[in-house]
């Protein structure tokens, strides 16, 4: 433990709904537990507050803000209030993500435009707006939730899904090129398939999997896995820790997939 002693973390989806634990939740609460001070942000305060108050009564550091990170402006505002309080930003988590059910011929404009803004949008305004600030430090490391559905076929049609993650894994391999000799490390994390409450509420997917209810849709998922069982959140924390640390301090532009083997699997 201590990986990440004395840097300031933020968050972008920290919040979960309840007590439940999300990857976003996880994270906030594991790199608290490796010594960051974590800076929770989701478009539902409560929800961030609600991580933030964990991490506390864990014996971490955090605080919780409330911001839509579609909104260019309230990023900005976020970065330049965290900055003015701690003077950096080591880390930045881009971890908000949504799921439609639908492939390419089923999906509205609507639903197409919500996944684009949710998925991509808000990791672009959190790069555009924490790069500058850690250019002025000469460090940093931004790690890009992205989906083992960003390189291939998951088993559900979600054409909106699988766009934003792939083009989120791509901008982060060529935005840590373009930043590299300048001391910024960007990599992504590919979680594959994941129990997380956000799969449980996605309208469409229990249908998808054939499944009448979500422990038969994870009892379905969990055949998919050649270690035949789904990952947990806690996997994707660790795989963030890791990339926020110094112990990746030569990683970077990378793919790392966490998905049990499923990835490499046949059919």
């Known amino acids: 433990m201590g990986d990440?002693?004395?840097?300031?973390?933020?968050?972008?989806g920290a919040g979960t709904v309840g007590d439940e634990i999300g990857n976003g939740r996880a994270t906030a609460l594991l790199m608290a537990q490796h010594g960051a001070t974590v800076i929770c942000v989701d478009r539902d305060g409560g929800l961030a507050e609600r991580t933030a108050e964990m991490v506390s009564r864990d014996g971490g550091r955090a605080e919780s803000l409330a911001i839509d990170a579609t909104d260019e402006g309230q990023?900005?505002?976020?970065i330049a209030e965290v900055v003015d309080k701690y003077g950096r930003i080591d880390v930045l988590d881009n971890n908000i993500g949504i799921a439609v059910v639908g492939g390419v011929t089923q999906l509205s404009e609507s639903d197409w435009d919500r996944v684009i803004a949710t998925n991509l949008k808000t990791a672009i305004n959190g790069m555009k707006y924490v790069i500058p600030a850690m250019l002025e430090?000469?460090?940093g490391s931004i790690i890009n939730v992205s989906s083992l559905?960003?390189?291939?076929?998951s088993g559900v049609p979600y054409a909106a899904y699988y766009s934003t993650k792939a083009a989120l894994s791509h901008l982060s391999r060529t935005t840590a090129v373009e930043h590299a000799a300048a001391g910024i490390r960007v990599n992504s994390v590919l979680p594959g398939l994941i129990k997380t409450p956000m799969v449980a509420?996605?309208?469409g997917m229990t249908d998808a999997y054939g499944s009448s209810d979500v422990e038969s849709m994870w009892e379905e998922r969990s055949k998919q896995v050649p270690m035949k069982r789904m990952g947990e959140p806690w996997d994707v924390a660790e795989a963030v820790v890791f990339l926020a640390s110094d112990r990746s301090k030569f990683v970077n532009g990378v793919d790392l997939v966490v998905d049990g083997g499923?990835?490499?699997?046949v059919n």
Do not use: C, F, Y
């Open 201 to 203: 509420n996605t309208t």
């Open 4 to 12: 990440l002693e004395g840097k300031i973390a933020v968050v972008l």
């Open 149 to 153: 559905a960003a390189i291939r076929w």
């Open 75 to 78: 990023v900005r505002d976020l």
């Open 137 to 139: 430090q000469g460090s």
């Open 262 to 265: 499923m990835s490499v699997k």
